[in-house]
């Protein structure tokens, strides 16, 4: 009865142990974020500053960005104390902070900040028209100062299409290059990778060591979505909720076997919490009116098992199309 369940759970674990074991896992820790943070525009309203550090949330020091949302969003964490100028700063961000990032439509928190610096410039565009070269850092655009990279990828989308004066520090020597953006407001360049401009945490796994560490991993996927289900009953979480174009939006654009076996494990995870949930057409259901016969002894009024299921297909289809409604909404609505 549980068939379904167990093999989605099983999966999910087996597929983390793997990905463990063959590719480890790799981060930047945020202490090693050597230029502090950028925030949304949200994050600012409330408190915090571009080139921030965040060294606590509560009690408990984060390791990485992804653990500063999830704690912010999820598991209800108010007080973050950040290290500014040389001092530590304490921001206490509002009750109603999950329902403000959620109807933002924020991607991103927060950003590593990274300087502007050319890895590879793009044979015949405008980067090398205009004499761009690899490891120039660009820190001017116009007469803005554009140290990192979000302020310089907002400063190109503001010219698009329009010709700038880039300035670039080379070899010690401030240059000063014309450059046209495209209408796309790009340059034709690469970016140095956070790899090379940051210390990267990498961590590798023996067969037996990937067992226990993908099951961990696994739970904690588990508990993390369990825990933000509270947010379906708000009206802002309500309006997430979404259909097959989402789940297609949660795998990378670009094809990434790491990327793609992740997301199938997560995938597998939710499968199996929301299998189990007692509502009738689905296995917790059935588990439901098992358990019930098993206390009073007797099975359930057939024609109100037949009534039940009849409204737990209801429920599902409604959810269905609520959530590909919404989908729809997000694409053509906005």
């Excluded at 930047?28 to 974020?33: C, E, K, R, S, Y």
Aim: one cysteine or more.
């Amino acid at each position: 009865m549980l068939g379904g369940v167990t093999v989605n759970l099983i999966l999910g674990i087996l597929i983390y142990i793997m990905v463990l074991f063959v590719w480890g896992k790799e981060y930047i820790p945020l202490q090693n974020a050597t230029y502090g943070l950028h925030c949304d525009s949200l994050m600012i309203a409330n408190g915090f500053m571009d080139g921030d550090k965040i060294v606590r949330i509560g009690t408990k020091i984060p390791e990485t960005l992804s653990e500063v949302s999830k704690s912010i969003i999820i598991k209800d964490q108010k007080e973050i104390t950040v290290l500014r100028n040389g001092q530590e700063i304490e921001i206490v961000l509002p009750d109603n902070i999950e329902d403000k990032i959620l109807d933002s439509g924020s991607k991103k928190l927060f950003e590593y900040r990274v300087p502007v610096i050319v890895d590879t410039v793009m044979t015949g565009m405008n980067a090398e028209k205009a004499g761009l070269l690899k490891g120039d850092k660009i820190i001017l655009v116009n007469n803005d100062t554009s140290k990192y990279y979000v302020d310089f990828r907002k400063l190109l989308e503001k010219q698009k299409s329009e010709n700038v004066t880039l300035g670039v520090e080379r070899v010690g020597q401030l240059l000063f290059l014309k450059a046209q953006v495209t209408e796309n407001g790009t340059l034709g360049f690469g970016l140095l990778n956070e790899s090379k401009i940051f210390d990267i945490k990498s961590e590798k796994y023996s067969f037996l060591q990937s067992i226990p560490a993908g099951y961990e991993h696994a739970i904690t996927t588990l508990s993390g979505y369990v825990q933000s289900l509270k947010l379906l009953f708000t009206a802002s979480g309500a309006k997430q909720v979404g259909g097959f174009g989402s789940i297609g939006g949660l795998f990378a654009p670009v094809w990434h076997w790491q990327s793609f076996w992740e997301m199938t494990a997560f995938i597998s995870i939710i499968l199996a919490f929301m299998n189990i949930l007692p509502i009738p057409a689905l296995d917790g259901g059935h588990v439901l009116f098992l358990l019930w016969e098993m206390v009073t002894g007797k099975q359930a009024n057939q024609k109100f098992m037949e009534y039940a299921q009849i409204a737990g297909m209801v429920l599902l289809l409604g959810l269905t199309l609520y959530g590909n409604g919404n989908d729809i909404f997000r694409a053509f609505g906005n």
